[in-house]
């Protein structure tokens, strides 16, 4: 156990809406990550954080943004909620020897 | 830039019986891999990793995996496998001495349907 939270653990939204992620940690790792899951596509990063206030973008960041503004909290924000959204967001730390990664246990996000 | 490639999407078996989920990988530097599981509705769990040292790694519920540097892979076994071991297995590596782990890269997933 990792203790990694992330809330909601499902959420149906309309498309145009905002939408607000939140993951949870309680082990005061430094760097963590927001990935979608979609079949077909394996994971795939869509921003990270090193650090407070510290951010950089994955490989698929168009459409969200990210903010940390505690170590133990990272929040990833669809500003307008499309449907290509609609996926399996995962919150992850890295913690341990290799850049270990360890995730959360997903939230599942439906644009309809 | 690394790459990761499992040559199978899906694997079916019978219960108890062997199995190899292969994956390989491209790099020009050196990596850390790693074998993660996917159980339904859940979320990856850690199965086991190569950082450095012995070529073997042994991970958890029995599954081992070897990395083979001249032929850049890093397959996973099981001599047995058991109907619980049905999920999604995901390969993905790392670079060595990279900052951000964001080379962490995943490959798209092989789904290991045990049958009995």
């Known amino acids: 156990d990792a203790g990694i939270t992330q809330s909601p653990r499902h959420k149906v939204t309309e498309t145009g809406t905002p939408v607000t992620l939140r993951c949870h940690q309680t082990?005061?790792?430094?760097?963590m990550y927001w990935y979608r899951q979609d079949p077909g596509h394996g994971l795939r990063l869509i921003h990270y954080?090193?650090?407070?206030?510290?951010?950089d973008k994955g490989e698929v960041s168009d459409g969200y943004s990210v903010s940390r503004s505690k170590t133990e909290d990272f929040l990833l924000t669809l500003e307008s909620a499309t449907s290509s959204q609609t996926s399996v967001y995962f919150c992850?730390?890295?913690?341990?020897?290799?850049?270990?990664?360890?995730f959360g246990e997903g939230s599942w996000l439906t644009v309809v | 830039a690394q790459s990761v490639t499992q040559l199978d999407s899906q694997v079916p078996v019978f219960e108890e019986a062997p199995v190899e989920l292969r994956c390989n990988y491209s790099?020009?530097?050196?990596?850390?891999l790693f074998w993660y599981v996917q159980y339904p509705n859940q979320g990856l769990q850690l199965l086991l990793k190569?950082?450095?040292?012995?070529?073997l790694v042994k991970g958890i519920n029995g599954f081992e995996a070897e990395f083979n540097k001249s032929q850049t892979s890093f397959h996973l076994r099981k001599p047995s496998v058991h109907i619980s071991d049905t999920a999604e297995y995901f390969c993905?590596?790392?670079?060595?001495?990279?900052?951000?782990?964001?080379?962490?890269?995943f490959g798209k997933g092989t789904k290991l349907t045990v049958n009995p």
């Open positions: 954080s090193y650090g407070v206030k510290d951010t």
């Open positions: 790099s020009s530097v050196s990596v850390y």
């Open positions: 190569y950082l450095s040292g012995s070529t």
């Open positions: 992850a730390i890295r913690g341990g020897a290799g850049n270990t990664i360890y």
């Open positions: 082990e005061n790792h430094r760097y």
């Open positions: 993905a590596v790392s670079a060595v001495n990279q900052g951000g782990s964001e080379k962490l890269v």
